[in-house]
T-cell receptor, first 112, second 112 residues
Framework: QKEVEQDPGPLSVPEGAIVSLNCTYS??????FMWYRQYSRKGPELLMY????GNKEDGRFTAQVDKSSKYISLFIRDSQPSDSATYLC????????????FGAGTRLAVHP | EAQVTQNPRYLITVTGKKLTVTCSQN?????MSWYRQDPGLGLRQIYY???????DKGDVPEGYKVSRKEKRNFPLILESPSPNQTSLYFC???????????FGPGTRLTVT
């Protein structure tokens, strides 16, 4: 079993839809949770970062962490075609540089 | 412009022919890392470096070497490439915390 599970998609939604992207994990020691966005033929870029449980909002994006269920989510409101990308969740226990574990990524397509 | 650069971007080679993929960052970052990205497996760390002359293995170091002689450069060396090293490779750098990683554009390597 992988430490971090993420549905690869693809997920196809119409413009303006609310998108929910999710990851589950097995290591209860994870405390740092990140979402990266990766456009085609580009490197990943950090989108959101949260520490421990709770919600964090940044514009149209909301990250949620439920440590009791070992489940994290990224919500995208009013999705745009420019949001079409692969979204990778990543986690760490100590925050140490050598401990970042990535999910496989979910491919999202937002069509006009 | 702050960036991580990698060269070459695309490389096709044959089994056993030594190669080097270069990585350079202009942000004066302490930490640098190499990842490989494979379908369904996400990003997996190969090696990382916390500073000049300080390197350590990640999750999948077999068949790879690295060196960090200058702060800005972190080359990845494949001394005897094999077909199972066909992958998309990313270099990343970070000032300190693990979640602030900046990724390069990627190097697509094919070993025949």
């Amino acid at each position: 079993q992988k430490e971090v599970e993420q549905d690869p998609g693809p997920l196809s939604v119409p413009e303006g839809a609310i998108v929910s992207l999710n990851c589950t994990y097995s290591n209860s020691a994870f405390q740092y949770f990140m979402w990266y966005r990766q456009y085609s033929r580009k490197g990943p870029e950090l989108l959101m970062y949260t520490y421990s449980s709770g919600n964090k909002e940044d514009g149209r994006f909301t990250a949620q962490v439920d440590k009791s269920s070992k489940y994290i989510s990224l919500f995208i409101r009013d999705s745009q075609p420019s949001d079409s990308a692969t979204y990778l969740c990543a986690m760490s226990d100590t925050g140490g540089y050598n401990k970042l574990i990535f999910g496989a990524g979910t491919r999202l397509a937002v069509h006009p | 412009e702050a960036q991580v650069t990698q060269n070459p971007r695309y490389l096709i080679t044959v089994t056993g022919k030594k190669l080097t993929v270069t990585c350079s960052q202009n942000m004066n970052h302490e930490y640098m890392s190499w990842y490989r990205q494979d379908p369904g497996l996400g990003l997996r760390q190969i090696y990382y470096s916390m500073n000049v002359e300080v390197t350590d293995k990640g999750d999948v170091p077999e068949g790879y070497k690295v060196s960090r002689k200058e702060k800005r450069n972190f080359p990845l060396i494949l001394e005897s490439p094999s077909p199972n090293q066909t992958s998309l490779y990313f270099c990343a750098s970070s000032l300190s915390a693990v979640y602030e990683q900046y990724f390069g554009p990627g190097t697509r390597l094919t070993v025949t």
